[in-house]
C-alpha cells in the first residue's frame, strides 16, 4: 500500500520548490531596493530613511571610507571657500552664466552633512546656500531662458537637499524652501509639453529634467500635496517610460550621444531607475540595454584610464561621473565587482592637472549617488580579458574600438573607427520604417544636434599615446572629423569650393539632421575583424555624401600591423560623369602641433612626445605624395575647447578609381620602405618596418575576385580576412506591445498615492483640521457633492471618537472608500485643459500643433475591460485615438483584495487535502481514487503558483 501514497510527497515538494522560486523571483524584482509603498516616516526618504543615517555613517568610517573621503574633501573645499561656492544672492549675477555648478554642488554638501553632522559650520553653509537658491525670483539662464537644464540642475540639487537636511531646517525654511521646490516643479511640468525634452526620446536633456520633476514631485508627495504631485510623477513616467521601451532596440549598451554625454544621461537615468524601484514598485534592471552598458563604459576607455573615446561632442573623458554609474550596475545589475573595479581604476588615475580634468560644474555632483549605491560586498574584480587588446563593435553606434582600458605602457595601443547610421541604428530605423508610429513623427522626436559629420573617421593612440584624435566639442564641421571633403561643392557649402558631409552645419552649434538630406545620412561598418593580433576594418561612408557628388563608394580601411603600426588606405570610386576633382583628407590631435617631414619624395608630418616621435605619411597609388598643409583651427567663441591641430592632405581624384594610402607608427617603429600599387580589383601595398616585411592585398572591388578582404604576408606567415566574417546587420524587431508595456508601469503610481491619501486621513482622525484636510483632498472633485462626501466622512470621523474599541485602520479604509477617485478626476480635468491648449497651438500655428499632437495625450489609467464605455477623440488631421473614458477606478485594490482570499482559501484546501490523503486515504483499495487525488493536489499547486505570481504583481 505504501506504493500508492509514494506520490504524495512529491507533490507536497513540487508546491515547495514553485512556491520557493516564485519567492526568489519576487525577491529579485526590485534588486535589492525595497518599496517603500508610500509608508514614509517623514524625512529624508527620496533614497534613505532615518533608520538608515547612522549606518550611512558607519559606513563612511569603514567600507565606503574612498567615497566619503571624496564627499568630505568637497565638504571641507566649500567650507573653507565660500565665497567661491556659494550662489551670489543677486539675480542678475545668479543667472548671467550657465549655472548648474549651484545645484550640483548642493547634492554633495548635503550629504557631506548627514555624514559629518558634528563637521563645524557645515549645517549653516548648507543653510546658506539654500536660502541663496530660494531668494532667486528664477533658476534659468538669463541668455537662455528657452533651456530648463540649468533650473533642472538645481532643482535636483535643491531638493535633495531638502530632503537630507529636513530635521535641520526651521519651521520657516521647511514652508519656504517647499514653496521654492513647488514652483519650480510646476514649471518644469508645464514646460514638459512644450519643449523638446518632452518628446525627444534617448537625449541628455529629457532624463535631466524628468528627474529633476520626479525628484520635486516625490518630496512635495511626502508633504500631501498629492494632486500636484500625482501629476507631475504621471507625466514623468509616460516620458521616460516612452524612452526606455525605445532603449530596447539599441542592443549593444550604447548611446548614439557619445561617452562623455553618455554619461549625462545615464547620472539620472539611473536615479530615475532607482527613484521608481523604490517608491513605484517598478523594476528596470532586467532592461537588455542596461545589460549591456558596462561594454559602453569598459570598451571606450584609452591605456592609462584617464580617456574615453570621444566621438560627438565630447571632453577628454566623462561629464558626470562615471564612478557612480558603474557602482550602480555592479549593485543592480552586474554584481560580479567588474564595475566597482573599473569605478577604482578611473578613481585612482584622474587627472589632476591639464587636459583631461574634471570640470569645476561636474567633479562633485555624483559622490552622493556614488556613495549609497556602492556595494562593498562586491570585491573590485576586472573582467576576464583584462590586460589582452581586444577588438568590439557596437553595432547600434556603428563604432569599432580595440585595445581598450589597459595600462599605460608600450605596445598597449587604442584603435578606434566611427561608420553608422545618423542617431545610431536604433533611432535611424525608428525614424525611417516608422516604428513605434503611435509615438514618434519622424526626426522631431528626437535630436541628434550633439553628433558630428564623422562618418568613415578613425582615431589612434599607439602606446596609449593620443596621436589622431577627435576634436572634442567643437563646430559641426567634417574637415574636424578626420573625414573626407571633395571639390569643387555642388551645393551651397560652409567651405566652399569644398563639400562635406550633408550634415555638416555651417550656422548653427548642432548638427543637421531634421530636413533634406541630412536625415537620410549614413555610414556602415562592412568589416571588424582580429585574426593572429592584426586587426582589418573597413567602412564605407557614401551616403554620408550628397548624391549629386555623384561618387560610387568612400571606402576606407584600417589595418593594424604591429600595436605601433597602423596603414589606412582610402578608395575613392566616382560615376563616369561626377563633377568632383580633388579629394582632401584631415587627420588632428588636439593636444599637440603637427611638424613636417619627408623621406625620399613620401610627406608627412609627426608629433613630439616625451617618449619620441610619433610620424605619418603619404602617398596614391601612383606614387604621388604632395606637402601636407599643418595648422590650427580655432573655434568660435561660446565652445568649451579653443580648437585642434591638424594636417590637412589633399589629392587630385583620377576617375573611376583613387586610392590614397597613410602610414602612422610610433617611436619604435622604423619604417624602411613603403610603396603602393593597385589595378580595378586589388590594391598592394608593401612595408619594410623594423627589418619586418609587409604585403598586403586588399581587395577592393565591388565584386571580390577572391571571398577576402584582405590578405597579409608578415615574413613567413599568412593572415587572412575572409569576407564571409563581415558584418552582418540584424535589427532588432519593433517591441511588441509596447504602449500595454507603458501603461502597465503607469498603473503602480496611483495605488501609491491612494496609499499616502489613507495615511494623511488617518493622521487627521479626530482632529480640527479633518474637516479641512478633507476639503483640501477633495479640491478638484464635484463641487456639487463634495460637501455631502465630507458630511459623511465627519460623521464617521465623530463615531470613531465615540466607539473606543473600533479599530483605527478599519475606520482609516471606510474613509478613504466615502472619497471619490480624486487622481482620476483631476487627471480627467488636466487631460481637459491639455487639449484646450493642443486646439490652440493648432490654431496659431497648424504644423506645430500637427507635431505635437500625441505629446499632449499622456496616459491614464485605462485597462481595457469588458463592459467598459469607450470614446473618441476626434481630430481633423489624425487617425481617431482610442480612449477609455476615466471613471472612478478601484480594479487593483479590489482585484489585489480577491487575489489573496483566493491565495489563503487556496493553501489552506491544498494542506487538506493532503492531510486526507496521507492519512484517510492510505487505506483505500481503489489505486483509480488515489491517482484522481494526486491530479486535484497537482492543479492545485499550479493555480497556487499563478495566485502567487498574480498576488506578486497586484503587490497584495
Not at 513605434?436 to 578613425?458: C, L, M, T, V
Not at 613620401?602 to 597609388?621: C, E, N, P, S
Not at 613603403?674 to 619586418?692: E, T, W
Request: with cysteine.
Amino acid at each position: 500500500m505504501r506504493t500508492y501514497t509514494r506520490g504524495a510527497p512529491t507533490v507536497f515538494f513540487i508546491h515547495l520548490i514553485c512556491s520557493l522560486l516564485a519567492l526568489r523571483v519576487d525577491e529579485n524584482h526590485g534588486a535589492g531596493i525595497p518599496f517603500q509603498n508610500g509608508n514614509y516616516d517623514g524625512h529624508p526618504m527620496l533614497y534613505f530613511n532615518k533608520g538608515e543615517v547612522g549606518d550611512l555613517q558607519l559606513k563612511a568610517k569603514g567600507t565606503h571610507r574612498h567615497i566619503a573621503s571624496k564627499i568630505q574633501e568637497a565638504g571641507q573645499t566649500m567650507l573653507a571657500n565660500p565665497k567661491e561656492y556659494l550662489p551670489p544672492w543677486e539675480p542678475a549675477d545668479f543667472s548671467a552664466r550657465w549655472n548648474e555648478i549651484y545645484g550640483n554642488n548642493l547634492g554633495v554638501l548635503s550629504m557631506f552633512c548627514v555624514l559629518y553632522p558634528e563637521t563645524t559650520g557645515a549645517l549653516d553653509l548648507a543653510k546658506d546656500y539654500m536660502e541663496r537658491m530660494a531668494a532667486q525670483p528664477s533658476w534659468l539662464v538669463k541668455d537662455a531662458p528657452w533651456d530648463e537644464v540649468p533650473l533642472a540642475h538645481s532643482l535636483v540639487g535643491f531638493s535633495t537637499a531638502y530632503d537630507f537636511l529636513y530635521n535641520y531646517l526651521s519651521k520657516s525654511q521647511q514652508e519656504r524652501f517647499l514653496e521654492v521646490i513647488a514652483n519650480a516643479s510646476r514649471y518644469m511640468y508645464d514646460k514638459s509639453y512644450s519643449r523638446g525634452w518632452g518628446f525627444q526620446y534617448l537625449h541628455n536633456h529629457q532624463p535631466t529634467n524628468c528627474v529633476a520633476l520626479l525628484t520635486g514631485s516625490l518630496v512635495l508627495m511626502n508633504q500631501g500635496y498629492l494632486q500636484e504631485a500625482y501629476l507631475w510623477t504621471k507625466q514623468v513616467f509616460a516620458i521616460i517610460e516612452k524612452s526606455l521601451v525605445l532603449l530596447q532596440d539599441v542592443t549593444d549598451g550604447s548611446l548614439y550621444e557619445g561617452v562623455a554625454y553618455g554619461t549625462y544621461t545615464t547620472r539620472s537615468l539611473f536615479q530615475y531607475m532607482f527613484l521608481v524601484q523604490r517608491h513605484f514598485d517598478i523594476s528596470h534592471f532586467d532592461h537588455p540595454w542596461i545589460k549591456q552598458h558596462f561594454a559602453f563604459m569598459y570598451r571606450t576607455i584609452l591605456p592609462g584610464f584617464q580617456r574615453s573615446v570621444a566621438i560627438a561632442d565630447s571632453n577628454y573623458n566623462w561629464f558626470y561621473g562615471p564612478e557612480s554609474q558603474l557602482v550602480f550596475m555592479d549593485n543592480y545589475i552586474m554584481r560580479n565587482g567588474s564595475g566597482n573595479w573599473l569605478a577604482q581604476m578611473i578613481r585612482q588615475n584622474r587627472v589632476v592637472e591639464g587636459p583631461g580634468l574634471a570640470g569645476k560644474g561636474q567633479r562633485w555632483c555624483t559622490l552622493h549617488t556614488e556613495f549609497l549605491w556602492y556595494n562593498a560586498s562586491l570585491a573590485p574584480t576586472p573582467p576576464p580579458d583584462f590586460k589582452r587588446s581586444r577588438l568590439h563593435f557596437f553595432e547600434d553606434w556603428g563604432v569599432v574600438t580595440y585595445g581598450s582600458s589597459l595600462p599605460a605602457q608600450i605596445n598597449n595601443s587604442f584603435l578606434s573607427f566611427k561608420s553608422g547610421k545618423l542617431g545610431g541604428r536604433a533611432i535611424f530605423d525608428i525614424v525611417h520604417q516608422n516604428k513605434y508610429k503611435e509615438w514618434i513623427k519622424g526626426w522631431r522626436n528626437f535630436n541628434a544636434g550633439h553628433e558630428h559629420p564623422d562618418q568613415n573617421s578613425f582615431t589612434f593612440a599607439p602606446n596609449g599615446v593620443p596621436f589622431i584624435t577627435e576634436a572634442l566639442y567643437g563646430p559641426k564641421y567634417t574637415f574636424l572629423n578626420n573625414a573626407l571633403m571633395f571639390s569643387p561643392a555642388i551645393s551651397e557649402s560652409c567651405f566652399a569650393p569644398w563639400e562635406g558631409q550633408v550634415t555638416e552645419a555651417c550656422n548653427s552649434k548642432w548638427l543637421k539632421y531634421k530636413h533634406g538630406l541630412a536625415g537620410d545620412s549614413q555610414g556602415r561598418v562592412l568589416a571588424a575583424l582580429e585574426r593572429k593580433g592584426m586587426i582589418f576594418i573597413r567602412g564605407e561612408g557614401m551616403s554620408a555624401y550628397n548624391p549629386a557628388l555623384k561618387i560610387r563608394s568612400v571606402q576606407r580601411n584600417l589595418l593594424l600591423l604591429h600595436p605601433q603600426l597602423l596603414l589606412l588606405v582610402d578608395q575613392i570610386h566616382l560615376e563616369e560623369d561626377s563633377p568632383i576633382e580633388s579629394a582632401s583628407s584631415y587627420f588632428h590631435n588636439t593636444d599637440m602641433p603637427f611638424e613636417e617631414t619627408a623621406i625620399e619624395g613620401v610627406h608627412g608630418a609627426f608629433i613630439r612626445h616625451k617618449d619620441g616621435l610619433y610620424k605619418m605619411f603619404w602617398m596614391d597609388d601612383t606614387g604621388y605624395s604632395d606637402k601636407g598643409v599643418l595648422g590650427y583651427s580655432g573655434y568660435p567663441h561660446g565652445y568649451p575647447y579653443n580648437g585642434s591641430n591638424y594636417v590637412n592632405v589633399t589629392m587630385p581624384l583620377r576617375n573611376p578609381l583613387t586610392r590614397v594610402a597613410y602610414i602612422f607608427f610610433g617611436p619604435d617603429v622604423d619604417v624602411q620602405s613603403f610603396s603602393i600599387r593597385g589595378d580595378a580589383q586589388r590594391v598592394d601595398i608593401y612595408l619594410v618596418a623594423n627589418d619586418h616585411t609587409y604585403t598586403v592585398y586588399l581587395l577592393t572591388g565591388e565584386v571580390a575576385s577572391k571571398p577576402l578582404f584582405a590578405m597579409v604576408l608578415a615574413d613567413r606567415q599568412k593572415i587572412v580576412f575572409e569576407r564571409a566574417a563581415g558584418v552582418k546587420d540584424a535589427p532588432p524587431p519593433e517591441v511588441s506591445n509596447y504602449l500595454g508595456l507603458v501603461e502597465d508601469n503607469l498603473q503602480h503610481v496611483k495605488p501609491v498615492f491612494q496609499q499616502l491619501e489613507k495615511q494623511i486621513l488617518a493622521r487627521v482622525l479626530n482632529t480640527d483640521n479633518f474637516r479641512k484636510t478633507a476639503e483640501q483632498l477633495l479640491q478638484f472633485s464635484d463641487k456639487k457633492k463634495t460637501e455631502e462626501v465630507i458630511e459623511k466622512m465627519f460623521t464617521l470621523s465623530q463615531k470613531q471618537g465615540k466607539a473606543k474599541n473600533t479599530r483605527k485602520e478599519s475606520l482609516t479604509n471606510r474613509l478613504s472608500e466615502s472619497l471619490p477617485d480624486i487622481f482620476a478626476q483631476i487627471e480627467l480635468a488636466e487631460k481637459k485643459q491639455r487639449q484646450k491648449s493642443r486646439k490652440k497651438v493648432y490654431e496659431e500655428n497648424p504644423e506645430e500643433g500637427e507635431g505635437d499632437a500625441r505629446d499632449f495625450l499622456d496616459y491614464s489609467d485605462r485597462r481595457r475591460a469588458k463592459g467598459r464605455k469607450v470614446g473618441f477623440v476626434k481630430s481633423r488631421k489624425y487617425k481617431e485615438v482610442l480612449m477609455d473614458s476615466i471613471v472612478r477606478s478601484t480594479e487593483p485594490t479590489i482585484s489585489a483584495s480577491y487575489i489573496r482570499l483566493f491565495l489563503i482559501l487556496n493553501t489552506a484546501t491544498f494542506f487538506m487535502l493532503l492531510t486526507l490523503l496521507l492519512t484517510r486515504f492510505q487505506k483505500t483499495q481503489s489505486v483509480h481514487t488515489q491517482r484522481c487525488f494526486y491530479a486535484i493536489l497537482l492543479t492545485d499547486c499550479f493555480i497556487l503558483l499563478c495566485l502567487y505570481s498574480s498576488c506578486s504583481q497586484a503587490q497584495c
